[in-house]
């Protein structure tokens, strides 16, 4: 399971209701920030899932609304040295904005108080391995070289069957422990069991797909595919699809059309323009792929495997928002 929780879902400028770029992955312990629009770090403290081991940042491009709100956040992180090291991932451009942003202006005459790591994005590479997930990254059409989008993914595992072990003497113990890790064993009574024996079908882990910024959709097809929460642009609708193209943009329906050719299980739709209301993106998108979201800022869900996701309420947050003091010097 991951969790989704938006922290900013607005286009290229803040509206009354909608923050900057920002998005919160937790998986279990670990916790991930994809892009760090302006505010971000307020949007973290009214989340209540506070600052706390979140400290990999992953980077889609190298606009400044997807990145000015790093420039506050290393600013705190390092003040308040509330976390060890920092690891920032994205593409060249995007890196070399930030090391300038880092270096120039935020640490100018001073070396970082925390070590901060940068690593250049490659799609072909497990970009981080977790204790039972990985992030890949996946390259996306968008104005600029280097555009990332971000695939979260469970590893894939074979449930242990009880009842198959009980009935060839397999006893409790480290002995299935060793099944399920793929190596036969051998019974007190000497029967050689193997784990096909006691393993059932693969069943794949849950899968998002947070696409960032993008031009066209036709070229994310196996990126997206099979997807359970797929995270998408909609700064456009399809009535102004010619305004979208000329500045490398989709629209709603063209997000739509891609989770259903996909096989998307749900779909979010984000960056969403102040030209629009709410109700539009939803009417278009709903025509074509029902299972469809417009999420508001600070909306918080639990991701599954082939199943629709689940609004977590503000109460059952977990709350880490007093990582920092408060008050002034």
Known sequence: MFELVFLGTSASAPSIYRGL?????????????????????????????????????????????????????????????????IHIWGGLPAIERVQSLVYQVIFRRESPPVPIYFYRTMPAEILFQGRKFTIRAFPVSHRGRECYGYIFEEDSRRPFLADKAEALGVPHGPERSQLVAGRSIVTPEGRIVHPDEVLGDVIKGAKVVITGDLARSDDIHEAARGADALVIESTYLDRHADIASEVGHITARQAAELARDCDVKFLFLTHISRRYREFEVISEVRKTFPDSYVPRDLDHFAIFRDKLPQKIEAQDRQNDADDLPEGGE
């Open 21 to 85: 770029p920002a998005l919160a992955v937790l998986a279990g312990e670990q916790r991930f920030l994809v892009d760090c629009g302006e505010g971000t770090q307020r949007q973290i403290l009214r989340s209540g899932i506070g600052f706390k081991r979140l400290n990999r940042i992953f980077l889609t491009h190298a606009h400044l609304d997807h990145i000015l709100g790093l420039g506050g956040l290393l600013s705190t992180y390092g003040r308040w040295e509330a976390l060890d090291e």
